[in-house]
């Protein structure tokens, strides 16, 4: 009998084809696999039972990297082959097999690293199937030697010997190399002359850094940059350095016996650290650590994570400290992924550089997580999980390109049925920002030799990336563009990945997205479906005095709120830590341009809405980091105070005014904080009792906030309400693209009449 069977997934690059190869030695089966454009090809010709056998052994031992999206299988004539083969991959113009993300070193790979008899020992780039770089090493598709940036390193007799072996943990794990044949480091000085190579860079590098140096490290994806996190005047002078005086730094720990001294883990966070993925994960400080307070000064979280590269375990083992790592990189400009670059810009902030021979071609920063409760919410989708396909439930008849949000942006395409989601590119607030837009486009355009048919952008006219569609469209005119609400997009992720085919009554709650009246919504709900939505309510709009300078300065979006609820005479009386910000004359001039609209644009904005509490309550005036208010208004909240202050909701508008005043009496910060986050949640379930039919969904940066959604979660299991909290993606602008993409194929299959996906008007008729 001869079965050929189609595989699509995460099936090269993985160890699939020597799986496969052992599998059908097991079951005595005859014929060959092959990587295709779209994933691998398996002929097996052997009794029927022998074939059964394997096909199951194929869906239920998989490969650690592996993933199995679709099987199918046809039977075909008998060849007669007389062993089974692994094939050269085949080259082929339709590409449309997956790209794995870089994983962490595996268990097996230290301990040889570790062995002082193995040939590797002490090799900082040692990989095999199951572990090692993917993504950041890939020029095109198929995952193959000739297409990474190992190309250049020619493989010695003992590597090629562990390649060729179908039996081999090494067998085409094509970043293969040991001493004799792979990449090598090098110590650089400031001025980029070769110090020390080798081992002896390792130990030169750990010697800098137990004195006080910060040394800029090369690593998966970029750059870090290393100080000694127990010393602060290293970290304070990393921060004078590098501009940053308040933003917390994430620090990398030797392992799990340094990491628990100075941190408190629940079982769930403890399994989200030590995952393959190895993420950055916001943890609760320990009451007492050797950690210097300038790495997360005044918060009671800290950002750590785990060596996931062998450079890092050798780094750790021999420094045996925790090490502060900090992406090297410029403000609004994304990570650094080679020396002349972090020479030429951050030349003036790392002493020394240690660098490696092994480009990166593909930048790609550390992930980053957090637990709240038994919720996983994901604040940043990069290296160990992106890119990140997710397989649809139907097949896309166009190339769709979503290019996501200009903050925190990612991008996502489509085509056939997967959505494809790029690793985080950033903010792109600078033409350096927009250049890695540009050049991830690229990248993605060429793994799958995609020309975008539709594409998907933001409303918002200042977008960069809503200009660029304009501009692609421009020069393409057979290419569709869709323009899709900011928040709408939010929770339409949401419904992505929980393939949501369901009105819901979605809460999109962020800082500031273009609104369809031409003003800055961001606390929004939403009664909502796959193809179309309706605004419900909103916060009730206040002026962001100055404009762009409330998004730093909370104190601004505070006094706003204070014009809105008392007279002006009142305010320049009024005993408020907010007001104490401002003189006499500042509060009267920003009172006219309050008045009048002068620089000081509508918001309807949850996040902004944080912001003005946060000052109001003496936490924060003068941000020094996006999230700085909700993040240490956190630590202020009580489990015990349950009141809330009062609101008002009239035709679609959540009056804040009552609860301002409110605020005003309640002179205790930790009361006023609590307060204001239990009537978030009652501003929530007002809406959810009234539409007691509608699952709930959440989106929007305003939903990273651990206390906010235990609180959530918590009401909805109280009151028994299904409720989704996007885990798999990101909750910030990072989700945008998804949705958009989402958005698109739903309205795509309505134009080609798939009744399917439609959207009951009725259904809003009467609910409306």
Not at 205 to 212: F, K, L, P, Q
Not at 404 to 432: C, R, W, Y
Not at 470 to 496: D, F, R, V
Not at 502 to 513: I, Q, Y
Request: charged share 25%; with cysteine.
């Amino acid at each position: 009998m001869n079965r050929r069977l189609h595989i699509t997934g995460i099936v090269q690059g993985v160890g699939f084809r020597p799986f496969v190869y052992q599998l059908a030695r097991r079951y005595h089966l005859h014929g060959y696999i092959v990587n295709t454009a779209a994933g691998v090809t398996v002929e097996a010709e052997g009794e029927e039972g022998a074939i059964e056998a394997f096909m199951g052994s194929l869906k239920s031992e998989l490969p650690p990297l592996a993933r199995l999206d679709t099987l199918t299988s046809e039977n075909s004539h008998t060849q007669g082959y007389t062993d089974f083969r692994i094939l050269q991959s085949e080259r082929q113009s339709d590409r449309s097999a997956l790209v794995s993300p870089d994983s962490a070193v595996c268990e097996k790979c230290l301990q040889e690293m570790n062995d002082p008899s193995d040939r590797r020992y002490g090799y900082p780039f040692i990989n095999c199937t199951d572990c090692g770089p993917r993504y950041s090493i890939m020029e095109t598709l198929p995952y193959d030697r000739p297409n990474t940036s190992m190309h250049r390193f020619a493989m010695c007799k003992s590597c090629h010997d562990e390649y060729s072996d179908p039996l081999d943990r090494r067998f085409h794990a094509q970043p293969i190399s040991c001493p004799n044949c792979g990449p090598t480091l090098r110590l650089l000085d400031g001025a980029g002359n070769v110090l020390t190579e080798g081992g002896q860079a390792i130990a030169d590098t750990v010697s800098a850094i137990r004195n006080g140096s910060i040394v800029a490290v090369k690593g998966l994806g970029g750059f870090h940059l290393l100080c000694d996190a127990t010393n602060t005047h290293a970290v304070e002078t990393l921060r004078k350095r590098k501009r940053r005086p308040r933003k917390p730094f994430a620090v990398l720990f030797p392992d799990m016996e340094a990491l628990e001294t100075v941190a408190d883990l629940s079982e769930k966070e403890r399994e989200l650290i030590t995952s393959r993925e190895k993420p950055i994960v916001l943890l609760p400080k320990a009451p007492h650590s050797n950690i210097s307070g300038l790495v997360a000064p005044g918060i009671d979280r800290i950002g750590a994570f785990l060596p996931y590269t062998p450079m890092h375990h050798l780094l750790l083992e021999e420094a045996g400290v925790p090490l502060v790592a900090t992406s090297a990189n410029l403000s609004d400009e994304p990570i650094i992924r080679n020396s002349t670059e972090l020479l030429e810009k951050l030349g003036n902030v790392a002493d020394l550089l240690l660098d490696h021979d092994r480009e990166i071609l593909n930048a790609n920063d550390d992930s980053v997580l957090q637990m709240a409760g038994d919720e996983r919410i994901t604040l940043r989708l990069s290296r160990g999980y992106a890119p990140r396909s997710i397989k649809l439930p139907f097949r896309s008849s166009k190339k769709i390109l979503a290019v996501g949000a200009n903050q925190k942006n990612s991008m996502a395409l489509l085509f056939e049925d997967t959505v494809v989601l790029s690793p985080h590119i950033g903010d792109l607030n600078s033409l350096e920002a927009f250049e890695f837009f540009e050049r991830t486009l690229d990248t993605f355009k060429r793994f799958y030799d995609l020309e975008p048919e539709v594409i998907v952008c933001d409303k918002h006219p200042g977008y960069m990336t809503t200009q660029w569609a304009g501009q692609y469209k421009a020069e393409h005119p057979a290419c569709q563009l869709i323009t899709l609400q900011h928040h709408y997009a939010h929770l339409l992720a949401g419904m992505a990945e929980f393939r949501l085919n369901e009105p819901v009554l979605g809460f999109a709650f962020d800082g500031t997205g273009y609104g369809d009246d031409g003003t800055l919504w961001g606390g929004e709900v939403m009664i909502a479906d796959n193809v179309t939505y309706s605004r419900l309510a909103s916060l009730a709009p206040f002026r962001l005095l100055g404009g762009e300078k409330a998004i730093k300065e909370p104190r601004r979006a505070a006094l706003a709120l204070l014009f809105e609820s008392y007279t002006l005479t009142e305010i320049l009386s009024l005993r408020s830590p907010a007001r104490e910000q401002f003189t006499e004359t500042e509060i009267i001039q920003l009172h006219r341009a309050w008045g009048q609209g002068i620089n000081a644009p509508l918001t309807s904005s949850m996040g902004r809405l944080f912001d003005a509490v946060a000052s109001l309550a003496g936490i924060v005036h003068l941000s020094g980091y996006e999230g700085e208010s909700g993040l240490k208004m956190e630590q202020y909240v009580v489990a015990r105070i349950t009141e809330s202050f009062p609101f008002e909701v009239r035709d679609g508008t959540i009056s804040l005014g009552p609860m301002i005043k409110a605020m005003g009496e309640a002179e205790d910060k930790k009361v006023m904080v609590s307060m204001f986050f239990n009537t978030v949640v009652e501003m929530i379930f007002h809406f959810a009792s009234r539409h007691p039919e509608l699952p709930l969904l959440f989106s929007g940066g305003v939903f990273q906030n651990r206390v906010l959604i235990e609180k959530i979660m918590q009401r909805c299991q109280r009151e028994n309400r299904t409720c989704y909290l996007q885990k798999e993606t990101a909750v910030n602008d990072g989700g945008i693209a998804l949705g958009q993409a989402w958005y698109a194929l739903h309205h795509l299959s309505l134009d080609v009449g798939c009744e399917e996906q439609a959207f009951s008007t009725q259904f809003y008729e009467k609910t409306l």
